[in-house]
């Protein structure tokens, strides 16, 4: 355990000197060891991260799929402790729940050597019917208020996340050390939010919550978790224009270099290292995917595999995205059906290798991915109006593409 003034004696020297500091939530050992060799000020030990590393998305921690205390507890004092030493963890504390005492299982929490804590899952992020009846039954905000006041009370570092100015008062009048503006889940990868809101948005956001801070106490730390920053460069806008000392990144630093770096070697082996950075699922990995690259994706699987057998079905999966929406998408695009698209496509290519090639019909029928020669047979005829065998004998002059 880190004595909390060390812990603000660091950071604040960090931010003389930096400009900024970092925090990492650490979902396993691995991802606290290495974001501490990286420089990480401050480790966040929350369930989100323990989900991400199992293949979930970060909001898994708010299903019943497990204890998130005791998830917290189990990955700190047996992945992360035992290994971090110099850098503080801090546990991500679930105040409404239930089955414990809050005072006592603060105690517990200090005494098994974390140096802090922050609110984690919070029910800020809850809003709707869903949200007005978890207040009915009294899990509210200022359960997580109240636990970091008793934090601060047993001189224990402090996160608090927020989401609105009223939340940022509360939160600093309660004693907390780094008023966190909780933006949402990270942006990109596979798992990362669909829906966010801009950087000028989020800029806006923070403000009022840091100025309202600043009403109650202005030395608590302002800092920014995820939502649409989730590059150097997105933050830098963000020190630039608002009050922020520092970041705090979970996606960003665990499950999408994760992603990338796990997608990339395995395809540069299977690929024999001709990995291209340009290939529609690296742009949805790299943060740079939009709707339309569905369909490239499609027509670029096509083009590469057009030789095997092809389903939407099983393309929409690697997508993340339904069948039928995949389906009305691309016919939206490309003006025909997956189906006609491919066919044409096959048909294309034979016309080719029959032009190239000295192969049977046959030969080219499965070089296109008919095993079914009467079926080819069939295709090619309705496509280009004349049987195959016709086509070839004719020294395939004069016949444009489809």
Known sequence: MIPRNEILKRLRAQINVNGHIIGTVAGSGMTARYSAMGGADLLLALSAGKFRIMGRSSFSSYLCYGDSNTIVMDMGCNELLPIIRD???????????????LYDYLQKIRENGFSGVVNYPTLSLIDGKFGEALSEEGNTYEKEVEAIKLAHFLDLFTIAFVVDAEQARKMTLAGADVICAH??????????????ISINDARKISDEIFNASDEIRSDVIKMIYAGPANTPIDMLYLYQNTKCQGYIGGSTFDRIPTERAILN??????????????????????????PGDYVEFVKKYIEEH??????LRDLAVVAHVSGSYLSVKFKK??????????????????????????????????????EDYAQFSRMFKKYTGIPPVEYAR???QGYEHI
């Open 333 to 370: 695009e490309v003006g025909c059906s997956f189906t006609e698209y491919l066919v044409r496509f096959r048909m294309n290519k034979a016309k080719e290798l029959f032009e190239q090639k000295n192969a049977s019909c046959k030969e080219v029928a499965a070089m296109v991915g008919y």
């Open 306 to 311: 057009y030789m095997k057998e092809i389903q």
């Open 87 to 101: 850098t503080p963890v801090l546990f991500g504390l679930f105040a409404s729940d239930p089955m414990i005492n």
């Open 265 to 290: 070697t395995t395809k540069a082996f299977k690929s024999y290292g001709s990995f291209d950075e340009k290939d529609p699922m690296s742009k949805l990995l790299n943060g740079n995917w939009n």
């Open 394 to 396: 004719k020294g395939k």
């Open 183 to 196: 933006l949402g889940l990270t942006k990109g990868g596979f798992l990362g939010a669909k829906k966010y």
